[in-house]
């Protein structure tokens, strides 16, 4: 039988730690390849680069044996030459990560490690991010790693449901009082932004983008709450946005009868 | 009775004949203030600018008497900045576009325009994003200022349900075979890539994005359908990712006994 290819990448950037901690944490599932952004992209979200060409330039010395890539795209970019470019065929998992701060709750939809994943599901590959909640270069990756070997494990056994992905988080905890993983739902959160507002030598206003996370529920069935108690939070999330539970009351607003010439 | 606050942003940029469509089309609903970015943005996702600064520039005389701002932000910056540092409050309406090119189907997801109306959508502002499904710079925008006036006058009336905001999308169609609005879900679809390589005046390669949509549904509900039958699709979207019907199957892995020292 033959090994599962393994894509490997993150929003961080090629050379970050959390990166190395992930392929360390996996390469011996199957055939790794990591294709990542040659700088950090945090906060890219989905972004893709139209505009622009890209570059991709081998960095097999990175990682021992392993084949590695480093783009000047986003990390979306990266899945998409990944798949088309380099690989030339789909991979039978994705993994990114291990991003260094939270993911979780709201986060998703801002990060890059996320939005990585969430193109490997867009793409049928059964995919996963995982997030440490600790900012710091120098954060220890110890148990990250071992959650993301067992979630890895159990991804290439059992596959995914079709137009889902998973994003993992970490709590920054001491192992010892580390309480297992937990299937949960992203919780309901908002940044509340509070820009700083700054001169140039020129005299010129510039503003830096600093917040606050708001958490706006606390059930214990949410990502933020399982983070908060000692969990490794896992959450199914796809790719739909459709507000499902809208369909019909906007139905209701009966919009196929308004004439559009004359407004409401 | 005050005049509702209408905060107006797309991705293509101040100077794109999509916003100016919009604001025409609305600007005796409320009380209209333009943000929106210096340059086109398309593709930008849900990208934030973390690692630089960011430029706010008044452009006043862009629009008559309506106050105008151009950021050197992506579109999800132009609405953090708008409600934190422009506005100091929250409209009543958020409204992004007219983009230049369907935003329908898994478009949505690496739309800019989109980003900037799930953005308000987060902030808790009635938020709805507009796309002519025609990306030429000389678009007739008629058709679509038409419908984003009655929609917004809709949305002003009639607010939205908590957590959701609309993507509405219309076709590129001669006005007179134009069926009119029709609620819809996102159908299922996505982009087959194509990288072009070329190489620069130095013999590197480099890489063009370009790809294929590919419809993966032909189902009545979905906004594709609409939008090939004449009709402009409405879609309500929502930012809580979680794939709630994955989380059964997932809760049935058993995760939640799984040694993580040994993997499973």
Redesign the interface.
């Known amino acids: 039988m033959s090994k599962p290819l393994i894509l490997i990448c993150n929003d961080d950037g090629i050379t970050a730690p959390g990166i190395r901690a992930l392929i360390q944490a996996v390469r011996d599932l199957g055939d790794c390849v990591v294709v990542a952004p040659d700088r950090?992209q945090?906060?890219?979200?989905?972004?893709?680069?139209?505009?622009h060409?890209?570059?991709?330039q081998a960095q097999h010395g990175l990682f021992g044996d392993l084949p590695a890539y480093q783009t000047s795209g986003?990390p979306?970019?990266c899945v998409?030459?990944a798949?088309?470019?380099i690989l030339h065929r789909k991979p039978d998992l994705l993994l990114s990560g291990i991003n260094h701060g939270s993911n979780a709750s709201?986060n998703?939809?801002?990060s890059g490690t996320m939005?990585a994943a969430?193109e490997g599901g867009?793409?049928?590959i059964p995919s996963v991010g995982f997030s440490l909640c600790d900012y710091a270069l120098e954060a220890d990756f110890g148990?990250s790693a071992?959650?993301a070997?067992?979630v890895a494990?159990?991804v290439l056994?059992?596959g995914?449901?079709p137009?889902?992905l998973l994003?993992v988080n970490i709590p920054k905890i001491d192992p010892s009082q580390?309480r297992?993983?937990?299937?949960s739902?992203?919780a309901?959160a908002?940044w509340k932004?509070?820009?700083e507002?700054?001169h140039d030598p020129h005299g010129?206003?510039?503003?830096?983008?600093t917040g606050e996370f708001e958490l706006l529920e606390q059930a214990e069935d949410t990502d933020e709450w399982a983070l908060r108690n000692g969990y490794a939070s896992?959450?199914?999330?796809?790719?739909?946005?459709?507000?499902?539970?809208?369909?019909l009351?906007?139905?209701g607003?009966g919009?196929?009868?308004?004439n559009?010439?004359n407004?409401?």
């Open positions: 950090p945090s906060g890219m979200g989905h972004a893709i680069t139209i505009g060409p890209l570059r991709v986003t979306v970019d998409k030459l798949v088309d470019q709201i998703v939809i801002y939005s969430v867009i793409e049928g148990l071992d959650v070997r067992t494990k159990a056994e059992r995914l449901m137009g889902t994003n580390f297992g993983l937990r299937v739902r992203q309901a908002k932004e509070n820009f507002e700054r010129k206003a510039y503003y830096w983008m896992v959450v199914p999330v796809q790719f739909d946005l459709t507000a499902h539970r809208a369909l009351s906007l139905q607003w919009m196929q009868d308004w559009i010439e407004g409401i």
